[in-house]
């Protein structure tokens, strides 16, 4: 059985940027969030509790005077986060985020992130690339306001907000466009109708279609390209030097780096392979699990610490398992058990055969869980099938019986068992091994059945 990575939440660059080694742990702590158009998503000046991670939805920073009007600053898509006052040391942001196009977002904890900063040097890079992306797009922002028209700022704006979803069509109003772009909603409905008698968009009651992006590319100003350049260049920097780092550090420590090279690429596959690794400890309890093992147990894996594996177990195993168990760790020889896990609120029971071995010390205890679900129902269902057959063949009125290539009778249905001997004598039969016919066959005439049909063929 194969077990689905969610893997959803790494169409945000940032963390797809980060190896998988890290981002199996940080998977644990990412919820996935629908965000609505117009949702606040912090205003300014709170504390934050989350770190949103765009996927699918676009969001803006959005800055307000004291008479009420807004003004759009920047943008943030599936390149960036909401949430980088953070990385710069501050619990609170200075403008009020918002989100413009609906959609999917992953959010994590704010003091998950912190601690993550910390512990992660390429995801400590990637939110660094991302704030001086962010600078460089406000920066832009002020000359574009100043020299550029409304139809090239709002070609920007849909051009953007296209590639942070992924899709061609927009679910956004005029008005929210207008609130961003700070211009009057008039002036936007103008806009787009240019651009949809170019027919380079459609429009519609909270809905706009792109139709042709090269078109609009034409008619946008400089600073969607610029802006996209600088994006593109500062995460290609950061790939690069983040290549040249490992270089360096398996340069410099050659035993150790061959060591450490061997690890990392070793822990991808223990971290996402199909079967279950569970480490135990002498008491039994589970001390460390892959993914698949996570899965399985429907534990995270961060709330794993010391939960006894016989926890997991319906109580008919238990002491299948305890024995296994005690048995490993006595270094015997035994090859594997079958236990059934216990169903959970988001899978059915599974039955597992378990694998394992003691490690070096002899403090743990290493299982290898293979789902052993779908085979058990498979195996049930042919014998179910088999039983069904031979209960037929048994009650049929008339006399059936399969020999071999040899001409040696193999099976027989009970009309042809209970007569047998009329068909010994027939000279059509000339081999007739009863010994080798299936028991079930001979219940009916006795024990003593089959040694007398060989003794008189």
Not at 69 to 94: F, H, I, P, Y
Not at 149 to 173: K, M
Not at 306 to 313: Q, W
Request: hydrophobic share 40%; proline share 3%; glycine share 6%.
């Amino acid at each position: 059985m194969s077990y689905p990575i969610t893997d959803s939440a790494r169409q945000n660059r940032i963390l797809a940027g980060i190896p998988l080694s890290h981002y199996a742990r940080l998977s644990e702590q990412l919820k996935p969030v629908h965000l609505a158009a117009g949702q606040v998503i912090c205003e300014s000046g709170e504390s934050l509790e989350f770190v949103y991670f765009p996927t699918t939805c676009t969001a803006s920073l959005v800055s307000h005077t004291a008479d009420g009007d807004s003004s759009e600053l920047a943008m943030t898509g599936r390149d960036g986060m909401v949430g980088v006052s953070l990385v710069l040391g501050s619990g609170s942001m200075n403008h009020r985020a918002v989100v413009q196009c609906a959609g999917q977002a992953y959010r994590m904890p704010v003091d998950v992130f912190q601690a993550e900063l910390s512990r992660c040097r390429e995801l400590q890079q990637l939110a660094l690339c991302y704030v001086q992306s962010l600078i460089m797009q406000m920066s832009q922002s002020i000359v574009c306001v100043t020299h550029h028209s409304v139809i090239e700022r709002l070609s920007y704006w849909l051009l953007f907000n296209q590639d942070a979803v992924g899709s061609d069509q927009l679910n956004v109003t005029h008005e929210t466009i207008a609130n961003m772009l700070g211009v009057r909603r008039e002036s936007i409905t103008q806009a787009l109708g240019k651009l949809q008698t170019a027919g380079l968009v459609s429009s519609g009651r909270g809905k706009i279609h792109i139709r042709d992006r090269d078109g609009l590319s034409d008619t946008v100003c400089e600073c969607f390209s610029l802006i996209c350049a600088e994006t593109r260049r500062l995460y290609e920097r950061q790939a690069r030097s983040q290549e040249v780092a490992e270089e360096l550090q398996l340069q410099g420590h050659e035993s150790d780096g061959q060591d450490h090279a061997l690890l990392h690429k070793y822990q991808d596959a223990y971290d996402f392979a199909p079967v279950g690794f569970v480490s135990l400890d002498r008491q039994g309890r589970v001390v460390q699990t892959n993914l698949a093992g996570a899965i399985m147990l429907d534990i995270q894996r961060s709330q794993r610490t010391l939960s006894p594996l016989m926890d997991f177990v319906v109580p008919s195993d238990r002491a299948t398992l305890m024995d296994f168990h005690q048995e490993v760790l006595s270094g015997k020889c035994r090859r594997y058990c079958e236990v059934t896990l216990c169903a959970t609120a988001h899978r059915a029971e599974v039955v597992v055969r378990v694998d394992a071995t003691l490690d070096e010390l002899g403090d743990e205890c290493r299982l290898v869980m293979i789902d052993m679900t779908e085979e058990k129902k498979i195996t049930a269902q042919e014998l179910a099938i088999e039983r069904q057959q031979q209960e037929l063949l048994a009650t049929q009125p008339f006399m059936l019986w399969f020999k071999d290539p040899q001409g040696r009778l193999i099976s027989a249905n009970a009309t042809l068992v209970q007569d047998w001997r009329h068909f010994a004598q027939d000279a059509a039969l000339e081999k007739i091994d009863f010994q080798s016919m299936p028991t079930p066959f001979f219940h009916p005439a006795g024990p003593g059945f089959a040694a007398e049909a060989s003794k008189s063929t």
